[in-house]
Nanobody, 126 residues
Framework: QVQLVESGGGLVQAGGSLRLSCASS????????MGWFRQAPGQEREFVAA????????YYADSVKGRFTISRDNGKMTMYLQMNSLKPEDTAVYYC???????????????????WGQGTQVTVSS
């Protein structure tokens, strides 16, 4: 069983930056594929970024490519999402997730993940 806790959300002006953290309680954090998703009011949960357990390729949604960076520190059992050049359309609840399965094309969909955090609110004002 893995427990995930997000932190680092808040209110920021457009063009600003935030760094989200996702702390895991699991002892096998390094073996999980990890991802960030977000959900705005009235919208479906959407993929943001993903990191393979093996330290292989990183995956990003087109909407955040070049602005967001996903990283992980297996020793601290923590994943991060550095968000720069934030836009009002980035406003959402951000969730981290862990998956025990590796999909060759990438872990892009919520149903591919086994464990979820409670979410942290990110609000970007114009």
């Amino acid at each position: 069983q893995v427990q995930l806790v997000e932190s680092g959300g808040g209110l920021v002006q457009a063009g600003g930056s935030l760094r989200l953290s996702c702390a895991s309680s699991g002892r096998t954090f390094s073996s999980y594929n990890m991802g960030w998703f977000r959900q705005a009011p009235g919208q479906e949960r959407e993929f943001v970024a993903a990191s393979r357990w093996s330290g292989g390729p990183l995956y990003y949604a087109d909407s955040v490519k070049g602005r967001f960076t996903i990283s992980r520190d297996n020793g601290k059992m923590t994943m991060y999402l550095q968000m720069n050049s934030l836009k009002p359309e980035d406003t959402a609840v951000y969730y981290c997730a862990a998956s025990t399965k590796t999909y060759l094309s990438g872990n892009y969909y919520p149903h591919q993940y086994d464990y979820w955090g409670q979410g942290t609110q990110v609000t970007v004002s114009s």
